[in-house]
């Protein structure tokens, strides 16, 4: 089948995306992240992934798209929103970052890609290419900056200058050509908001974060027992933390998403401390039944809580 113009075929995708609820949608070339390359093996070779041996498999996919998907002409990314109505981490209560209070958002995006793929394929013809919901080497802040949907910030997130970062990243890399979008400026200016609110100081400098002081890497990647230097300086998180981006200017531009599948379960609003020091298997399995929380199991929420009340 004969394809339409690059244009005719970007608008269309967009168009789609819009309809199945991703709240921003934006094309790069596939093609070599030759700037990237000498940042990420500096990255690596600091330890800043810590445990995360992942980070350092697939260094070349990570940096060409067309090492993941062969003959692969378009990135297109997809940006989804997660900003809840309720904030419930403003509460003196423990707190889980506000991406894992729904349903885990790999199941949702996913089956959105899948539909998408599908009029794709309907509409334009046949056209390989794979979808990837934070699965794969892909470095999705970078094309998404690329593609012109933000800047990445100094607390290493994309900031979107009209709705700030809490969204989830997403990209189909295709073997079509389309119409590319102009990446923006960086709007960070002077501020320093994130750098010097983490209380861990993760962020070493400006636009550069070491994932081996997080406090979301400590409390959902690390295995072994949190240590005791980062004692007292959690602020209560024991499930990811959103601290960087709470303090962020461009988040009071942030809107309550419109995803039914992200609203917490009713019972996670009323928990209180007790609740959370006394979790049973039973009760975590309903609270968390399709979360991301489901990563760190049991074991390792009730470590986290623990190292909280020790601190």
Known sequence: MKFSSSHKNAQF?????????????????????????????HWLKKDMHGQMGYMANHFDKRLDPTKLVEGAKSVVTFLYNYFPKQDLAKTNNYKLA??????????????????????????????????????????????AQKSGLGWIGKN????????????????LIIDLELEIDAPVTDHCGTCTACVDACPTEAITSPYVVDGSKCISYFTIELKDEIPNEVKGKFENWMFGCDICQDVCPWNRFSTPHQESQFSPHPDLAAMTKQDWQEITQEVFLKVFKKSA???TKLLGLKRNIEFLNNS
């Open 13 to 41: 995708i967009k168009a789609k995306a819009t309809e199945l609820g991703f709240s921003f949608c934006g094309i790069a070339k596939a093609e070599y992240l030759d700037k990237e390359a000498p940042r990420l093996e």
């Open 98 to 143: 506000k991406y894992a209070y729904g349903t885990d958002y790999h199941f949702v995006i996913k089956e959105k890609l899948k539909a998408l793929t599908k009029a794709i394929h309907e509409e334009i013809g046949e056209v390989s290419g794979r979808a990837f919901v934070d699965s794969a080497p892909v470095m999705e802040r970078v094309w």
């Open 156 to 171: 290493s997130l994309l900031l979107n200058k009209g709705n700030g970062s809490f969204f989830f990243i997403a990209e």
């Open 293 to 295: 929380v489901k990563r």
